[in-house]
């Protein structure tokens, strides 16, 4: 029986914060009617008042009389102010002014009627210090309908779930500005509840009426947070730059979202005045901004200096870093941007984004293999590059650990055939996707980029011996690329989505990390900074643990790592370490004038040797001789040695 009493009282409370939250907004009349209702009241209180405590009881008043001339000039100030115009439920201190100011008008206009009636009939009209306690009153009286409406309506919104409340992060210029877009748009989604800073002497201040909460109390701070039922943090980007991550992680960690904007200079005019664009495009807070380092950014202008008005081509243009690549060349104004791969739906799907987002941009499309000669050789020659970025390339571990041969003819004949065609059309420069896996590799794909390396750079070598040539041969190498095709944030994302389990293939593998933007931009600057035959590297920060980014994605999802989601760990494989590197252990490096970027020292080849053994290896690879090809490799880079793979086996001939 209880339990029924208690299902319909749950009922009841569910239709009356239903019906509350869905009422319209109360007509224009009705809202002067019941000012005008609490003005009566507001007169009666306060010439009993003033009768009481100023003139005593033998003071006569025209109730009559001087009510019809109280209401009737108020009317028309209400009526002058608009002070009935305004949505009860959203009254801002905008509102509160116009009160004040019609009623200040209001007892002006009274004090002149009374000395008015009094100097031409000798009668007193109103008494003035009735006119002064009817402000007072007036203005208190509205100003509590006001709050009420406004209070109960915010706490029934926030009750059926169709407002969130939300708290700013942040008390200076960027954080108000946020505050004041969420208050000026009646139709958002959002309430705002207060403020969370990490400053000094915070508590107990206020800004538009709201707390301002002191993280540096976190334990009370997220109590109080709780306790307003709030269920987001808004971040400007200003501010997420500054942040601590271990902050955002604990907001996260007791179910606080966190929302970050566009920043100041993308909000639109018309739509930072109306507060819409800011929630339009307000997003949550995304994996990468809680990596433990600072974003890389570079210097743009000298790359604008280059690439204007040059022709650009990209390779594997279609893929997670070739169409980054091209979308930031784009933005440089050259003269013809051409884009190969041999994907044809990506391709076509970034000639559609191309089109649309830059109209003026000359671009051509090739549907081409980097592993054939010929089709490489028309294709130069019928666009005569000034400038090459070659991202065509095979890079998962697993897959390639599977098919050696055509890693090879992908990975090491492709570079070989747009380098050799680099130099035989008279490129300017060719700079080379590569990937810390080719430092002290353990499988395939890292092996075969570090082949990649050694060919560009022998080749870059003998052209400056033999002063013939003019390309500039430049490597770039990093890390693990968020969001990339195939990375584990977009698996992890679809695992998640699926209700888990998350796969993590060991507890202790870490990895370096770098947003798509971030690794475009550094292959961009590598084609300014470099001269010819050197392997640009990224202070890259500390690396991150697989297992951690993945308890922290499902953080983010709103979920908890374990109870919601599992983690399961399913082992290393083919191929994979548990460290990547970004340095063999024999090489060093040399600064330049960016402080995150160096120049790796490593271990330089003759052109004629390596000409011959990479031949061979090619040879191998049409044969579709696997333990050929790899023995080879092997010949090539000494320092690779095959871990979790079948082809260890190889690595014990070589030691007996």
């Known amino acids: 029986m209880m339990m029924k009493t208690g299902h319909r009282e749950h009922s009841f409370r569910e239709m009356l914060v239903s019906k509350v939250s869905s009422i319209g907004y109360m007509p224009r009349w009705a809202v002067l009617i019941m000012d005008m209702l609490l003005c009566t009241f507001a007169f009666y209180v306060a010439y009993a008042v003033s009768k009481d405590v100023y003139y005593g009881h033998d003071v006569e008043v025209n109730w009559t009389w001087d009510l019809v001339v109280l209401l009737s000039t108020q009317a028309v100030w209400f009526g002058v102010f608009h002070t009935y115009s305004g949505i009860l439920r959203y009254s801002t201190f905008v509102d509160v002014v116009r009160l004040i100011v019609s009623l200040m008008s209001e007892m002006v206009t009274l004090y002149v009627l009374h000395v008015a009636v009094l100097w031409f009939a000798g009668v007193s009209l109103l008494l003035p210090i009735g006119i002064l306690f009817y402000g007072m009153f007036a203005f208190v009286f509205l100003f509590v309908l006001r709050l009420f409406v406004k209070t109960s309506y915010d706490a029934f919104v926030i009750s059926s779930g169709k407002k969130v409340p939300v708290v700013v992060y942040g008390t200076k210029t960027a954080g108000v500005s946020i505050a004041k877009m969420l208050k000026s748009n009646s139709d958002s989604r959002f309430m705002l509840v207060g403020f969370v800073d990490d400053g000094q002497r915070v508590y107990d201040k206020r800004i538009f009426g709201r707390r301002i909460f002191s993280l540096l109390d976190m334990e009370r701070a997220l109590r109080e947070l709780k306790r307003k039922r709030v269920k987001a943090v808004v971040v400007s980007p200003f501010k997420m730059k500054q942040l601590d991550t271990s902050v955002l992680t604990m907001l996260i960690d007791n179910g606080i979202k966190v929302l970050t904007v566009p920043a100041m200079e993308q909000w639109k005019e018309g739509d930072a005045v109306e507060g819409i664009d800011i929630e339009r495009n307000m997003r949550n807070i995304q994996i990468e901004d809680l990596l433990n380092r600072k974003p890389i950014e570079l210097e743009k202008s000298h790359l604008r200096k280059q690439l204007e008005g040059e022709v650009v081509m990209v390779t594997g243009a279609a893929g997670s870093i070739g169409s980054e690549i091209s979308r930031q060349v784009a933005s440089y104004d050259p003269k013809l941007l051409v884009l190969v791969d041999n994907a044809e739906t990506p391709m076509h799907n970034l000639r559609l984004e191309l089109t649309e987002r830059y ?93 990649c390396e050694i060919y560009v750079q022998s080749l870059s070598n003998k052209l400056a011996n033999e002063g013939v040539g003019a390309t500039k ?45 971030e690794a475009c931009q550094l292959v961009l600057e590598a084609g300014t900074m470099g001269r010819g035959g050197e392997i640009f590297i990224f202070d890259m920060g500390q690396p991150v643990k697989i297992a951690d980014l993945a308890e922290k994605m499902i953080r983010l999802a709103g979920l908890h790592p374990g109870r919601d989601i599992e983690v399961k760990y399913t082992g290393l494989r083919p191929g994979e370490k548990l460290y990547e590197e970004l340095l063999n252990v024999k090489e060093t490096t040399k600064p330049t004038y960016h402080e995150k970027i160096m120049i790796a020292t490593v271990r330089e080849y003759a052109y004629d040797d390596v000409k011959v053994k990479i031949g061979e290896m090619i040879r191998l690879a049409e044969a579709n001789d696997d333990y050929g090809v790899v023995k080879a490799m092997k010949e090539v880079v000494p320092e690779y040695v095959s871990q979790n793979s079948k082809y260890e086996a190889i690595d014990a001939e070589v030691k007996r």
Do not use: W
């Open 473 to 517: 041969f430049i490597t770039t190498r990093f890390g693990n690329v968020l969001g990339s095709n195939g990375s584990v944030i977009p698996l992890f994302k679809k695992q998640i989505e699926k209700g888990g389990p998350v796969t993590v293939t060991h507890p202790e593998i870490i990895r370096y990390f770098m947003t798509i933007p």
């Open 359 to 451: 109209p003026r941009l000359q671009f051509a499309c090739y549907i081409a293999d980097v592993r054939s000669r010929e089709r490489m050789d028309y294709v130069f020659g019928e666009v005569r590059p000034a400038y090459v970025y070659h991202a065509a390339a095979y890079k998962h571990v697993p897959m390639m650990e599977e098919f050696p041969s055509e890693c090879v003819k992908d990975n090491v004949m492709g570079t070989k055939n747009v380098a050799d065609c680099a130099v035989r059309y008279g490129v300017k420069s060719f700079v080379m996707v590569s990937t810390d896996k080719a430092v002290n590799p353990t499988n395939v794909m890292g092996a075969s980029k570090r082949v």
